[in-house]
């Protein structure tokens, strides 16, 4: 009492400081008696929910919920359980607060009043909304960042020089403009990402993002949260905030759907609803997202035998096969072998600071090889080769590549080696034994050729020979030739 005496000089100068308190809270606090009449309440009140001291004092709470100027009265319900209330309001100000309602009782125990306490939550929750708004943008720019790095070592410029090449580009660079699906059609490895970036480069969305999804490549119960997202707690080991989908962080841009062959039925589904709703729906989520999503597609197979079996939708199919582009593969095109091959090998020579090159026999075997693997392969066989060429020369013999289809004739004289052009026989000079210079001939070209394929099989088929004959005429040559070298 000493102590309240030292603050408060009077009675009434402790009513004038503490209706001073009140009233400069902060928080709004409305104060009824036992029977819920209202008796006072402060000014962060009125402005929190936006009522004025008239409407409310000396009113009864039942009268102002009836008359809805209050949607839900804490005071009522600890009238009935003589207990603290909290819930949450919004008031017609739009501010959302968080109430609690206490009992208040007297000496002798007796419930005498009920004071309210009301917390403005609308700024915590704006500061809630600018750090969310902020964390999916670091997350956005953290994915954007993966798939950079994921397939920044696969960018490579178009190279077209061959007449069915330049015929899909022209394709490509009508369509480029416009928002228009886009489905690339080839085999594996003929270069369908480089032209989906090349569209991309060439649209009004080419500063925006360009994301890439192997739909063949995400497990099956994973791929729909990948793609669309999902909200916080949607299932056991989702991230508690949540994590945006690789539509939404493509929005503005262009997502690249490879393989779309692989994608699974339920998911065919979802996907036509985005391609015609423009919007998404994050997994345990119950608000669609709109997006601005240009999609390119590209596979290896052949969707329209898909719809016929049943395993592809129709609907999606007419959905993505607006405008398709078909590249060709490596084989018929055979102008851009060697400028590839070239473009490839400068690069490398760049990466590693080498001065490799192709002989000219080995530029002949890269043209008229059938390349099964297209473009990657071609790319593969000149990264091999440069490591394992003993010299800068790159010769056949480092290439490691053989026809599967047809043979490849290469063998020309001028690029024998020394040992090989001295086992030739020089010009005729007359009488001459025919026959035993066709064999020494014949001997010659068996002993390049097994030196270059490096087997029977390969070398035979080259020759026109059957293995058999291969075997049997080299141990015929063997022993009876008078060259010394020997296979």
Known sequence: MTNVTKIFSTLSEASERLNAIIEHSFDGIFITDAKANVIRINHAYEVITGLKKEEVLGKN?????????????????????????????????????????????????????????????????NLKAVVQEKTAAMDRLAMELEHLQTTSEDNQEIIAKD???????????????????????????????????????????????????????????????????????AFTGANKNGKIGLFE???????????????????????LRVLQEQEILRVGGTKPVKIDVRIIAATNRNLEEMVKDGTFREDLYYRLTVFPISIPPLRMRKKDIIPLALSFLEKLNQKYQLKKYFTDLSMQLLHEYDWPGNIRELK???????????????????????????????????DFSDNTKNSLPPSPE????????????????????????????????????????FVRKRKQYQQNNTDPERM
């Open 249 to 271: 962080l493509a929005n503005k841009g262009t997502l690249f759907l490879d393989e779309i062959g692989e994608l699974p039925k339920d998911m065919q589904v979802k996907l």
């Open 61 to 125: 709470m039942a009268d102002l919920v009836r008359n809805k100027l209050i949607s839900e009265s804490g005071s009522l319900q600890v009238i009935k359980t003589k207990q603290p209330v909290t819930l949450q309001q919004c008031f017609r100000s739009g501010k959302e607060a968080l109430v609690t309602s206490s009992p208040i009782f007297d000496a002798d125990g007796n419930f005498i009043m009920i004071v309210t306490n009301v917390r403005d939550l609308t700024e915590i929750y």
């Open 380 to 414: 593969n066989i000149v990264e091999r080769a440069i490591i394992i060429s003993p010299s800068d020369a790159i010769k056949p013999e480092d290439l490691h590549i053989h026809s599967a289809s047809k043979p490849i004739v290469i063998i020309k004289e001028n």
């Open 430 to 469: 007359f009488p001459i034994n025919l026959k035993n210079t066709l064999e020494k001939i014949e001997y010659t070209y068996m002993v390049q050729a097994y030196k270059f394929f490096g087997n029977v099989r390969d070398a035979a088929k080259n020759l026109g020979l059957t293995p058999s004959t």
């Open 163 to 233: 007449e069915t090449t330049l015929a899909a580009m022209l394709l490509a660079n009508r369509v480029a403009s416009m928002d228009t699906t886009v489905i690339l059609l080839g085999e594996t490895g003929v270069g369908k990402e480089v032209m989906a970036r090349y569209i991309f480069q060439h649209s009004h969305r080419a500063k925006n993002s360009f994301i890439k999804v192997n739909c063949g490549a995400i497990p099956e119960n994973l791929i729909e949260s990948e793609l669309f997202g999902y909200e916080g707690g």
